[in-house]
Nanobody, 115 residues
């Protein structure tokens, strides 16, 4: 079993920045990929960004050029640096960990972009 814990959400003004962090813990697991999804009220959960164990990344078109995903393999951590935030980025952000080809989710962290 893998435990996933996110941190770093909050309230920010449009144009501002936030950094989300996620740590995976457990015993004897191998991470295949880590990523971030988000879910806004009344909408389906969507992929924001993901990164494989080899460092390959994939971003949603809506965040390209503004968000950067990074990973620390030694610490089983992934971060999402979010710049130039827009009101439409408001959502609950979930960390996603694929370990031993099973998927694990964090509890989610709220990001609100508003003036």
């Amino acid at each position: 079993q893998v435990q996933v814990v996110e941190s770093g959400g909050g309230l920010v003004q449009p144009g501002g920045s936030l950094r989300l962090s996620c740590a995976a813990s457990g015993s004897r697991f191998s991470i295949n990929a880590m990523g971030w999804y988000r879910q806004a009220p009344g909408k389906q959960r969507e992929l924001v960004a993901e990164i494989t164990s080899y460092g390959s990344t994939n971003y949603a078109d809506s965040v390209k050029g503004r968000f950067t995903i990074s990973r620390d393999n030694a610490k089983n951590m992934v971060a999402l640096q979010m710049n130039s935030l827009k009101p439409e980025d408001t959502a609950v952000y979930y960390c996603d960990v694929v370990a031993d080809y099973s998927r694990y989710w964090g509890q989610g962290t709220q990001v609100t972009v508003s003036s």
